[in-house]
């Protein structure tokens, strides 16, 4: 998201429009392992706020088949991946008219809040050497 958004800041344009499209919450073994099982979690928060709070960069995050709201805020929008194809040709229109209640309203996916699964934090809590309070392990 960073190398995206300083790319997009030595533009020069009227509007510039950053979408991120996200399957869910964001998650890399290694970097689990080495650190803190929350730190892309955290660093994905800490970004988007960093982003918004300049103000030059119109910054979505959307969601395809699970919710972006804990990463991109409230009446983040959301694809079904069945119909992903004509949803972002819509949302993209939807955007680039700066029609906020639209893209805040637009919910095409039937998916829950993104998380990790609890056999993917299993998983790196065992590579970790530690077991889950609440795993059933």
């Not at 392992?33 to 994905?44: A, F, K, P, Q």
């Not at 969601?63 to 983040?76: M, Q, T």
């Amino acid at each position: 998201l960073l190398w995206a958004y300083s790319r997009l800041q030595r533009r020069h344009a009227e509007r510039k429009i950053l979408v991120s499209l996200s399957d869910g919450a964001p998650v890399d073994d290694s970097t689990m392992v080495s650190n803190n099982m929350d730190i892309l979690s955290s660093h994905l928060k800490s970004s988007v706020a960093w982003i918004r709070s300049l103000g030059d960069v119109e910054l979505y995050g959307v969601g395809i088949g699970e919710k972006s709201d804990a990463f991109y805020g409230k009446g983040s929008p959301s694809l079904s991946e069945k119909n992903i194809g004509p949803d972002l040709l819509r949302l993209l229109s939807f955007i680039l008219r700066a029609d906020h209640p639209a893209i805040q309203s637009f919910q095409k996916a039937d998916g829950r809040p993104a998380r990790l699964s609890a056999a993917r934090l299993d998983s790196v809590a065992k590579r970790r050497g530690r077991v889950r309070p609440d795993s059933s392990a």
